[in-house]
């Protein structure tokens, strides 16, 4: 008669503890991913009003000289690369309200603006809206002389940066604008 032996074989616990490992690994990276992402979902309400002040800061430039309360040589930086003679304050400044020339980042902007979000019920317009003090943003406007364009082409980035948690954020929009309107 022939012995029949059982063949089985379990996990051995070098095999288990590789298992484990290689699972705990996986599950780490998933709560790192986890994370980020709620961090940045965080954030998404201070990046659409960067975006939005940014535009706001160009179409401001644009309008400048559209409505002719600019000349060209007021399309500058205060003090710029030699104390360029523009009306655009030069620095970082507090996102405030234009002042009576309807230009953003200039010597007569008013206070520090402010903002409506709407409340727990996530309906603008009702009773628990709440109004925020933009006193944690800062928008810088930079505008250069295109060097070979004869003075007639210039670049204007618009900086705006805020406070996210532990993280500062900028978003920084460039555009051109010429003498011809």
Same mark, same amino acid.
Request: a negative charge; aromatic letters at 6%.
């Given at each position: 008669?022939?012995?029949?032996?059982?063949?089985?074989?379990?996990?051995?616990?070098?095999?288990?503890?590789?298992?484990?490992?290689?699972?705990?690994?996986?599950?780490?990276?998933?709560?790192?991913?986890?994370?980020?992402?709620?961090?940045? =979902?965080?954030?998404?309400?201070? $990046?659409? &009003?960067?975006?939005?002040?940014?535009?706001? +800061? !160009? /179409?401001? %430039?644009?309008?400048?000289?559209?409505?002719?309360?600019?000349?060209?040589?007021?399309?500058?930086?205060?003090?710029?690369?030699?104390?360029?003679?523009?009306?655009?304050?030069?620095?970082?400044?507090? =996102?405030?309200?234009?002042?009576? $020339?309807? &230009?953003?980042?200039?010597?007569?902007?008013? +206070? !520090? /603006?402010? %903002?409506?979000?709407?409340?727990?019920?996530?309906?603008?317009?009702?009773?628990?809206?709440?109004?925020?003090?933009?006193?944690?943003?800062?928008?810088?406007?930079?505008?250069?002389?295109?060097?070979?364009?004869?003075?007639?082409?210039?670049?204007?980035?618009?900086?705006?940066?805020?406070?996210?948690?532990?993280?500062?954020?900028?978003?920084?929009?460039?555009?051109?604008?010429?003498?011809?309107?």
């Amino acid at each position: 008669m022939r012995e029949h032996y059982s063949s089985e074989h379990g996990f051995s616990l070098v095999e288990t503890i590789i298992a484990v490992s290689v699972l705990s690994v996986g599950l780490l990276g998933g709560a790192a991913v986890l994370t980020q992402g709620m961090q940045r =979902l965080s954030s998404s309400p201070g $990046d659409v &009003l960067t975006t939005q002040k940014a535009a706001e +800061a !160009i /179409e401001s %430039v644009f309008s400048g000289r559209d409505s002719h309360k600019l000349t060209w040589a007021q399309i500058r930086n205060v003090n710029g690369v030699a104390n360029d003679g523009g009306v655009f304050l030069d620095a970082p400044r507090s =996102l405030q309200l234009a002042g009576a $020339d309807g &230009l953003v980042n200039t010597a007569d902007d008013g +206070a !520090i /603006e402010t %903002v409506v979000l709407p409340g727990r019920d996530r309906m603008l317009g009702t009773g628990d809206d709440t109004t925020v003090t933009l006193s944690g943003y800062q928008r810088q406007i930079t505008i250069r002389d295109i060097p070979n364009e004869n003075g007639n082409l210039r670049s204007v980035t618009v900086s705006v940066t805020y406070q996210s948690g532990s993280t500062k954020r900028t978003y920084t929009l460039t555009t051109y604008i010429s003498n011809y309107s």
